[in-house]
């Protein structure tokens, strides 16, 4: 089994600083006797790299494994959250992984243009083809809310 933690700092409007003494979740894991990864950033390299890992390990018998990844929150914690509680919204905007990674591939020779429209073109077609899924499948049965939640 792999465990992923995002943690973007915040708790709510609360920073994380104030709710815990533990900087980094990862070293949570080694109470439950597991190897803890944490990967900064979202960097790219670093979570494919840390999910190899553990996936391996899980696969092998080794057990499982604990991946905390230290992520950005963009935006407020719900729709029209003004975020007056945050100080740390400078430069916030600037290291999302996505644009930061495309670049990167661009800048690489990796990917150029037409192949960055071609993946953005079909990421949307599958978005919403997910959507229209949704929004076409029959509404579940309350009655089976609970059902595979426990195991008995």
Request: hydrophobic share 40%; net charge negative; charged share 25%.
């Amino acid at each position: 089994m792999v465990f992923v933690v995002e943690d973007n700092d915040w708790g709510i409007s609360v920073p994380r600083a104030a709710s815990t003494a533990v900087a980094d979740n990862s070293v949570r894991a080694a109470a439950y006797g597991m190897p803890g990864i944490r990967v900064e950033d979202n960097a790219v390299e670093g979570v494919y790299s840390a999910a190899g890992e553990a996936v391996h390990r899980a696969r092998s018998g080794g057990g499982p494994t604990l991946i905390e990844v230290h992520t950005l929150r963009l935006w407020g914690h719900f729709e029209g959250d003004a975020q007056g509680y945050r100080g740390d919204l400078e430069g916030v905007p600037g290291r999302d992984p996505i644009p930061t990674y495309e670049a990167r591939l661009r800048t690489d020779g990796v990917l150029d243009e037409d192949e960055i429209a071609r993946i953005r073109t079909a990421a949307a077609a599958r978005v919403e083809e997910a959507i229209q899924f949704a929004k076409s499948s029959p509404r579940p049965d309350p009655a089976e809310a609970g059902k595979y939640v426990f195991a008995s």
